[in-house]
């Protein structure tokens, strides 16, 4: 973020706006103020960014009839039009593109002096977290049947659960890649046993558009799974492992197609599930859980380009579940979450902190032994 850090803009008057909004912002040194504006949140779309201003900043520059800033937000440097608020909801259109916040003084004493953030990374698209709905945590279930049950929660409690789809049977493996074709909607991804890859677009209401061939030769994989937005450039992706351990990385454009492989890890045939909670540790980058065939569960930190930062063991004893999963925020505290299937059927919850810690677990539903694939 180096050179992109600082982007000044001119005094808020209206002929300045227009121009901003045709030209990006020029660079240079903040004035001395107040700290600079600090963003948080998570850079994906449907996510908000939250400014953190000092307490201080441009005191006094409203003349003692206040407020003593405005605020504006810019993407890729342009000015985001009306947007004046200390929060932002991260929209389809600002995927791919870097978002700041700027503080800029009142004019009455302080002459539109701004401060600016730090850019975020590229917003990444939409991710699995999201749910089928809008909601924070929503779970598939495919029964033997080959019908898709939708479970949804309601505040503390669950929805019905609803029936969303049938003979999906045909498919060997079923998962989500969240917003795949760029519609701001989680898709779904299923392949047959002929190694054909098919995309189902979400409808946004937990129903589907007609599906479509998106690959072939996809039964060399004995996993594939959905991290989301691995290699940084705002378009979810796919992590595909072969028999032998190969593990390779398949970066989607944004459009419900491919950008070239990339071989990213071997040894992975050690590994039993493979599990795609977004980002676990709060470094802003998409991450990756495994469990291995001594039960020991291991966090490998994604570096936001498509390869890895670190790894290192954050469980022991999950061999005992029959299922490992994430599928968002189940308690509401901001953080992803894991699920599990235990051998009686259990639904149980293992609640993160956000800094790839456990805050504890909980069994949330029972009954969920007999399905053949939960995602």
Known sequence: MGTLRRRMAAVLLAATVAAMALSPLSASAAPNN??????????????????DIGPFTFYGCGGGKGPDYSIYWTRD????????????????????????????????????????????????????????????????????????????????GWDASRTVGSGFNIFNVVFSPGDFDGDAKNDMIGRDS???????SGDGAGGWKPARAIGNGWNVFDAIVGPGDFNGDGTNDILAREPGGALYLYPGNGAGGWLPRTAVGSGW?????????????GDGNVDLLARD????????TGNGAGGWSRSWMIGVGWNALKYIGAAGDFNGDGFPDIYAVDQQGRLLTYYSDGQARWKGSEAVGSGFAGFTAIF
Do not use: W
């Not at 107040?34 to 400014?51: E, I, M, R, S, W």
């Not at 002929?194 to 189902?200: D, P, S």
């Not at 065939?293 to 490998?300: A, D, K, M, S, T």
């Open 194 to 200: 002929a190694g054909g890859l098919y995309l189902y």
């Open 293 to 300: 065939g001594n039960g020991y569960l291991y966090i490998y």
């Open 34 to 51: 107040g700290p600079d504006p600090v963003l948080n949140g998570q850079a994906f779309v449907g996510k908000q960014l939250t400014a």
């Open 77 to 156: 440097g342009f000015l985001v039009a009306g947007e004046t608020a200390s929060s932002y909801n991260l929209q389809a259109e600002d995927t791919g593109s870097r978002m700041a916040v700027h503080v800029t003084a009142s004019k009455t004493a302080c002459g539109g002096e701004s401060l600016h953030s730090a850019e975020t990374r590229p917003v990444g698209a939409v991710n699995r977290s999201a749910g089928f709905t809008g909601r924070s945590f929503e779970l598939l279930a495919r029964a033997n049947d080959g019908s898709l049950l939708l479970y949804g929660r309601n505040g503390a």
């Open 269 to 281: 045939n050690v590994m039993s599930a493979l599990v795609t909670p977004g980002d676990f540790n």
